[in-house]
């Protein structure tokens, strides 16, 4: 029984570290027809400590385009999404705040505007 309770407060504490995030930002990967592949390394590894290994391993975040989603340049015109480029640098705003984390359902995240450099 000491260790299930163990256990609960250190997934507990694990799960309360996390901070989640309204925003994220990365190079493009891939353009897909209704969502973007982006490196979002920084994101994921937001939360280590000072001193604390970094996975060497890249993470990519799966953001989705939905009609409503704003996608705009630098100066703030409005783009297609066919002006996305692999390479290009993008600051996403998410729908709603996630936990942006290693695993691959918290890197799934839909976009509420999307701003080119």
Do not use: W
Not at 23 to 42: A, M, R
Not at 45 to 52: P, S, T, Y
């Amino acid at each position: 029984m000491k260790h299930i309770l163990f256990l609960s407060l250190s997934l507990l504490l694990l799960v309360s570290c996390s901070s989640p995030v309204s925003s994220i930002e990365g190079n493009i990967e891939k353009v897909e027809e209704d969502h973007l592949k982006i490196d979002c390394s920084e994101v994921v590894n937001r939360d280590k400590k000072e001193g604390e290994a970094v996975d060497s391993k890249g993470y990519f975040c799966l953001v989705d385009i939905t009609e409503d989603t704003v996608l705009m340049n630098a100066n703030g015109d409005e783009v297609k999404k066919n002006d996305l480029r692999t390479g290009q640098h993008v600051e996403i705003t998410l729908l709603k705040e996630k936990n942006i984390g290693e695993s691959i359902e918290s890197r799934k995240v839909t976009a509420k505007e999307i701003k080119s450099r």
